[in-house]
């Protein structure tokens, strides 16, 4: 499987904006179809965004469209994700993940892959 690894969290003020990054290392990145989830404390781990291997097809959830930007740079083996007008309710760790298989999976349950996460806190 690949290897993944985020970065870029932090604490940042209602209305602000983070990027989050997310490094691979060990297969072909490219084959690969990469997705952003998060989790906060008592809740269960949710979908936010998802990017095809190539980068031509993305998918977002519906709490997140217009603020969140998911891409992807395959030559670094990174993707990324940009989010602007931060709210409170964005608090979590965010998780990237990454699958061999195509179209818009949103279940955790069908990322093999896994990084360790980030912690994203929004003061309101």
């Known amino acids: 499987q690949v290897q993944l690894v985020e970065s870029g969290g932090g604490l940042v003020q209602a209305g602000g904006s983070l990027r989050l990054s997310c490094a691979a290392s060990g297969r072909t990145f490219s084959n690969y179809a990469m997705a952003w989830f998060r989790q906060a404390p008592g809740k269960e781990r949710e979908f936010v965004a998802a990017v095809s291997g190539r980068g031509l097809t993305t998918w977002y959830a519906d709490s997140v469209k217009g603020r969140f930007t998911i891409s992807r740079d395959n030559v670094k083996n990174t993707g990324y994700l940009q989010m602007n007008s931060l709210q409170f309710e964005d608090t979590a760790v965010y998780y990237c993940?990454?699958?061999?298989?195509?179209?818009?999976?949103?279940?955790?349950?069908?990322?093999?892959?896994w990084g360790q996460g980030t912690q994203v806190t929004v003061s309101s």
């Open positions: 993940a990454a699958t061999l298989r195509v179209g818009p999976r949103k279940s955790p349950l069908e990322y093999p892959s």
